[in-house]
């Protein structure tokens, strides 16, 4: 089974992020940087600034998570600053399609984003105009969240969506993800693992996205 590693650079040393990169360049997918507001989720990170200061010291695509109330108005500085994949969360954005479309537009892949406590039904009228769906596994705003074990049934529900609609789009998982719960995830359809703590939180990063690899094609799913 082929997936796909995210490091989510929340859990680095923000006093060091060009070194931190480098020491997930190898063996990384994707870069996943998460934004937050203060007001959609209780914590404040980065924006497009760091975005862009990060740019340059990496060339692994960049997956920007966007936990932000009224994401479109940033949309277009996000893009500029070099993100590759954009996610908009559905439960603060009123108008998805159009934002899905504004990152379409602007290069990007479009992905929504949806919480543990958001069902599956809410994504009905908008998979279509995704490139992605980035499922929530901890309730967002901080890295180190126990993994939300009921969230599972819900991958497997949108994995079928995915399916029926026949549209192309990838399942991202994001939060408490580990050598332990990867597994579990990818058997119900995820294919691109975020993890924060489980990468940045170990002292030999590459052996850490290897374990995760090795724990996924072990379990056979
Ligand atoms: C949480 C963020 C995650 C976070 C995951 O709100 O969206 O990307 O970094 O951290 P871990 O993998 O430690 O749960
Ligand atoms: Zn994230």
Redesign the pocket.
């Known amino acids: 089974m082929s997936i796909k590693i995210a490091p ?1 650079l ?2 680095a040393d923000f006093a060091r992020l060009a070194d931190e990169i480098a020491s997930v360049e190898k063996g990384a997918d994707l870069l ?1 940087l ?1 934004v ?1 507001d203060g007001h959609f ?1 209780p ?1 404040i990170t980065m924006g497009p600034l760091v975005v862009k200061a990060c740019r340059a010291h990496s060339r692994l695509p960049f997956d920007c ?1 966007l ?1 932000i109330e009224e994401p479109q108005r940033y949309i277009d500085r996000f893009l500029v600053a070099g993100a590759d994949m954009i996610s908009v969360h559905c439960e603060a954005e009123p108008h998805l399609q159009r934002a899905l479309q504004m990152i379409r537009d602007g290069g990007a892949k479009a992905g929504i984003a949806i919480n543990p406590a958001t069902p599956a039904e809410s994504l009905t009228t908008a998979i279509e105009f995704c490139d992605f769906v980035l499922v ?1 596994t ?8 126990h ?1 939300i074990e009921p969230v599972v049934p819900k991958i497997r529900h949108i994995a079928q969506l995915v399916r029926e609609r026949g549209v192309p789009v990838e399942i991202e998982v ?5 050598a332990r719960t990867a597994p579990a995830v990818v058997s119900a359809g995820a294919r691109i693992l ?5 990468v940045f ?1 170990q002292p030999d990063r590459a052996a850490a996205m290897e374990s995760i690899r090795a724990a996924v094609t072990s379990s056979k799913v």
């Open positions: 989510s929340l859990s996943h998460d937050m989720v914590n998570h936990m929530m901890v309730n967002p705003g901080f890295g180190g969240q993994f994001d939060g408490g993800i580990d975020v993890a924060g703590s489980a939180g």
